[in-house]
């Protein structure tokens, strides 16, 4: 299996902790293929997010360990906020145990941003921002695409947004909408 090329498709969030929440295939139905599926495609991600300066090394196996964790929380969380429940006290305590490890690491600028100064912050980082997200909720919510589970901030204009993206998922909805109209004909 080759390793995932980052793009700016897989970036739909609006907002780094959603779309490290995003990295895998698919949250649902079932769950699909892992995306950081190494070492080396975390350090990709890293760095198509701007979240580790290029020249600050190599992700060991701890700290993907520690990231595939982290997300795992991070769901839980994302979906009870977005289902207007409390995030259960276990992932939260999970969330703020990552803030703290690796935050020698973390530097955060006048504008609230958070980033790493090597790889051992980035799971800080991530656990930071997330907090961010999770105690200042957005007005436009965070919502999980309808096709794949991916989050997203809504930010569209009646805050009805479906889909992770049109070119993927909304695209695919709109599709299989058409073939069944035709096949009712």
Known sequence: MSATTWTDDHLVGGHVALDFCNTVYRRFPELGAELLDSTTTFRAWLDQVALVPDSAGAVDDASLAAALDLRASLWQAFDAHREGRAVAPKALAHILRSAQR????????????????????????????????????????????????????????????????????????????????????
Not at 172 to 184: F, N, T
């Open 102 to 185: 690796g935050s020698d690491d973390v530097s955060l600028d006048q504008n609230g941003v958070v980033t790493a100064a090597a790889p051992s912050g980035a799971v800080a980082a991530l656990a930071l921002a997330a907090l961010q997200l999770l105690l200042n909720p957005p007005v436009p919510a965070v919502r999980a695409c309808d096709g794949c589970g991916w989050f997203f901030v809504d930010t569209s204009r009646a805050r009805r947004r479906r889909w992770c993206s049109m070119k993927t998922c909304g695209n695919e909805h709109k599709v299989a909408r058409y073939r069944a109209l035709r096949a009712g004909r």
